[in-house]
């Protein structure tokens, strides 16, 4: 006998919702797993930044021909007449702020960093070298300096030249604060700024007295990178631009430096272009001025001198001078005499290649009268080439400085500079608003 079953509709249904409740459970559960180890990550990550200290200690490593002044260094010089040439070397523990709050690691051994939940003061501990001899404190310390480099692993060292009115211990916590950002050995120039505004023009004597010092370090860098290979950084703030600018020419082994980040630079525009362009770039040294149209210390100076523009005006038609292709007196004379053969030889500045590039930073500048250095920006754009965290790079026509520097340029009466359309300028902005081109100030 044939027997036909028919399934219940509803009985169907019932199996059909069990299978989807139990779908659902398990899609539930491998939601609430993955919660629960996205919340311990979070956790383990707000009980890391707890426990990362409030400062850093950081090693810098200085060279200075100031005075020695109880537990550092006066505003003086170290010889006030019958200079010997020698320097003061050693190392400045210097503190500070952990804002990106850094966790002790390995990288912190390599590069000799020590957290503190204190600041240890003002006046950074200092390992300072003594010898009856100057040779050999200088031994001493290439040394030193040669096994921080060996430690720290990427054959990279920052040298920072300081600006104006800025005391030892001021210029340290600047290196150290750089050092901070670039997780590089970093090594203190420091000459014999007063540390006041007022002394301007003491600090300008000073800091053209401390040039062949400056320029005989170079000099010792460039012995040691020959044993031990490495690359530098040279990063100038204001008034520390000139001894740069004016060791450019005199430098044996321009290869040795990777980039020059001139912030701010205190120096006649064309004057800058004399010294340094058909130095640095002919060796692939990449150069980059950082501006800011905040900036009123560098239109006063403008002033002073007879309204000529500051280099670290960033005005556009300077800009494009200091960046145009030039040529040297021997190769004038080499094609004028119709000698080509030689004008390969005199070549000693770009035909060709990347010209000066301008950073405006004035979006991130600090302080009533600006002039401010941007640390976390220039170790950034050294790093990786860009801006760094929450900033982007937009690009920008060179201006006609700010509103100061055209007061300071018209009232020294002195005609009004040319308009261009450089390519090589950009502005700092912040991520969430990226503007088109914009012409600069």
């Not at 990288?107 to 001899?133: H, M, N, Q, T, V």
């Amino acid at each position: 006998m044939l027997r036909i079953f028919v399934r219940h509709p509803l009985k169907d249904s019932k199996i059909v919702a069990r299978h989807l409740l139990g779908i659902v459970a398990l899609l539930t559960a491998a939601a609430l797993c993955i919660s629960a180890q996205a919340a311990g990550a979070e956790r383990a990550q707000a009980d890391a930044k707890q426990s990362a200290p409030r400062f850093i200690i950081i090693p810098v490593y200085y060279v200075t021909d100031r005075e020695m002044k109880g537990d550092s260094f006066g505003p003086h010089r170290k010889y006030i007449v019958d200079c010997l040439h020698d320097m003061y070397y050693g190392t400045a523990y210097v503190a500070v702020p952990n804002d990106e709050k850094k966790i002790p690691d390995a990288a912190f051994e390599k590069l000799g960093w020590k957290g503190a939940d204190r600041s240890p003061g003002y006046i950074s501990r200092k390992d300072r070298i003594e010898d009856a001899r100057p040779e050999a404190e200088k031994d001493t310390f290439v040394k030193r300096l040669d096994a921080a480099i060996d430690k720290a692993g990427n054959h990279h060292v920052a040298l920072f030249a300081h600006g104006g009115a800025d005391p030892f211990e001021d210029a340290a916590s600047d290196a150290a604060e750089i050092a901070y950002y670039m997780e590089c050995p970093i090594v203190l120039y420091s000459w014999p700024s007063v540390g006041k505004l007022n002394r301007y023009r003491v600090d300008e004597g000073n800091v053209e007295w401390s040039q062949r010092h400056f320029n005989t370090f170079i000099w010792d860098l460039e012995k040691l990178a020959e044993k031990h290979p490495f690359k530098i950084s040279l990063i100038a703030h204001s008034l520390g631009n000139r001894l740069v600018a004016r060791a450019a020419p005199v430098m044996h082994n321009v290869g040795l430096v990777s980039d020059a980040e001139l912030v701010s630079p205190d120096i006649d525009a064309e004057t800058f272009k004399h010294y340094v362009i058909g130095y640095y770039q002919p060796h692939g040294v990449r150069v980059r001025l950082y501006v800011s149209y905040r900036d009123k210390v560098l239109p006063f100076i403008q002033m002073l001198y007879g309204g000529y523009y500051r280099l670290g005006e960033g005005v556009g038609s300077v800009m494009a001078a200091i960046s145009a292709p030039q040529k040297t007196m021997a190769q004038t004379r080499a094609q004028k005499s119709g000698r080509r053969g030689k004008i390969l030889a005199a070549r000693r500045i770009l035909l060709e290649g990347k010209p000066l590039e301008k950073i405006d930073f004035t979006a991130v500048d600090k302080g009533l009268i600006g002039h401010e250095f941007p640390f976390s920006l220039v170790a950034h754009m050294i790093k990786n080439d860009t801006p760094g965290p929450g900033l982007a790079l937009v690009p920008e026509k060179a201006g006609q400085g700010n509103v100061f520097a055209r007061f300071a340029h018209w009232w020294c009466e002195l005609p009004p500079p040319e308009e261009n359309k450089p390519g090589y300028c950009q502005r700092v902005v912040k991520e969430k608003m990226k503007p088109a081109t914009q012409p600069g100030r």
